[in-house]
């Protein structure tokens, strides 16, 4: 299921269906295990930690992610998430990208209720929102909840269709047979899933179990944090640290905000601060202090008067951090407090960029089959800089794209609003790539650097046409509220994007970058050359040795075998037979072996 964005449908949302943030986290942790002594009541998890994977201590498994991005309007601050990715962030399958699968699932820790009964009425409570800021779960692809009982067996206490996303809903189960009052009970959440039709996402929040409850005790009562803050900027996310202080005025947003959530049913009184500091010196930087009373089972939106202080700039090119710690003051005993603080990282680094780090969902082109399609996002610098590569995050494919290659670009000016292309810089053949890089990006460094005046520029790529480049997955956060500052072209013409959000790609400035491992095209050797390429309807070899033959296989994109020869330096290859597109052609002599690829026009 993918979403056509515009009545062209030449801009595709896709799902998500790579998720870095995972990719190498399972590594970093120790290994999920079953505590030897099992827990008790009350059982309590708001998710409101800041690792990726659930508290070890309350759950045996980590496939599903905590998160505070993929919600809409959360309970709390963080959520658990469920999709079609493993705890490694890749898709359970990896080939059939539309078959079902029992994907995700968040298991308890054991739960001693030997000495309970089904009279101490225990209901476990929690609440679940589909599709969230993903893709809506198919009526099949369900969330459903199971018990353990004594015997090591699993029983479906619970379960709902998918559906579209709609407030996070409350849901209770009672406890109610004498086969789970045991020591060994556990409860586990586990999805249906598949990746092309949609990526199923379900959110899940506040998961509650107590004895002496009733039905109608869902009721929270709790105060608490819940969306994102913003961030310290105007209309970036981030950026280097002497672009900031080169104009303040225009890039510092006026105002700072943070969100409450009254989960109480009537109004409450909460004073609420903040504190803002530099992470280097611990210099503070502001602070202040609020009050306001709380609508119920809304989430409030206070703000604060931005701040001015701001750091000296030891060296040009240095990695500033402030800060930014949200919290309040409970407004009674009973109310939780690890939900009452928040923080907000306003990072000055090497890179412009309007993305929060995080993607729900994925951006590709509808491509003409005889146009290239081109991508541009536009930025702007307050004082001279240069420009040395672009980190781009991409979605991943099943199968992968690894073989949709395009050609990165940089542009002094587009052919919109009133303007004309400008080309500042190209640099070709470039492949995706996916490993889990420092920043969660894939970066790409330029073969030179490219000096930028103060103003406006457009970082993109160009996307061959007939080569099998189109339907390129880019990463898109749909958490960003402002304009996107993007424009796509895939009919000659120069457009203005017409969706939500920001996508991911960004420039990286200053002093220079170290690219990521991208299986770019080698050099050819002094030896092997095939020409021309482009090829039109016939080709050469040259080969080390002019004297000996030659086996030739020429393969699609895929991997697929297309044509098969013999031939020897000199001979024409004739490849008239073949579509326009991106091939690879296989050489090779009795000594020797060489892989090229070659571009059919």
Known sequence: MLWAVNSHAQEQVAPLTYNPLLSGAGEKQPG????????????????????????????????VYVNNTMCVNPVSRGVVTFDALNEHGVPYNTVNPFV????????????????????????????????????????DDSLMLFFKKGDSSWVKVWSRAGSAVHPFTPVMVPVTD??????????????????????DVWNLDYIRMDKYRTYSDIDINDICTSLEPSFLLNDYA???????????????????????RNNYQGARDVQYHYIARDVATNTVLGSGTNNGSMTPDVNVSVSFPAYTTTVPMSGRYDRVVFENKYFFTSVSSADRSENDTIVRN???????????????????????????????????????????????????QVPLATYKYFTLTVYEDIAVNGGTDKLLYEQ?????????????????????????PAGAFYIGTNQPASSGSDSLYFGLDVNRTGANYLYYNVLNVWESSLVSGALMMRPLLGQ????????????????????PNPVGDVLYIVSPDPTTGIRYEICDAMGRIIKTGNTRQGMPVMTRDLSAGLYIMRLSTKSETYTTKIIKL
């Open 32 to 63: 999920f295990a079953r505590k030897t002594t099992a827990l008790t009541l009350p059982f309590f998890e708001d998710f409101t930690g800041y690792d990726v994977f659930p508290d070890p201590a309350r759950w045996t498994d980590r496939q």
């Open 346 to 396: 306003q990072v000055f680094d090497n890179c412009l960029a309007y993305d929060d780090g995080t993607a729900e969902r994925s951006y590709f082109l509808n491509m003409w089959p005889s146009l290239p399609g081109k991508i541009a996002v536009e930025f702007h610098l307050n004082e001279p800089d240069t420009l040395r590569g672009i980190a781009i995050y991409f979605g991943r």
């Open 100 to 139: 079902a699968v029992y994907a995700d699932s968040l298991t308890s820790q054991f739960i001693d209720l030997s000495s309970d009964s089904p009279a101490d009425s225990i209901y476990l409570s929690f609440f679940y929102q589909p599709q969230g800021n993903g893709f809506a779960p198919e009526a």
């Open 238 to 260: 981030a950026m280097p640290y002497r672009q900031f202080l080169a104009d303040v005025s225009r890039e510092r947003a006026s105002t700072q905000q943070f969100s409450i």
């Open 428 to 452: 070709e053949l470039n492949d995706p790539g996916y490993a889990d890089t420092i920043n969660k990006f894939w970066i790409y460094k330029f073969n030179r650097p490219v000096p930028l």
């Open 512 to 531: 220079p970058v170290t690219g990521s491992d991208v299986p770019q095209i080698a050099p050819e050797s002094v030896q092997w050359r095939v020409y």
């Open 178 to 199: 004498a086969a789970f009052f045991s020591d060994q009970f556990q409860f586990r959440f586990v999805n249906i899933a598949s990746i092309n039709l949609n990526d």
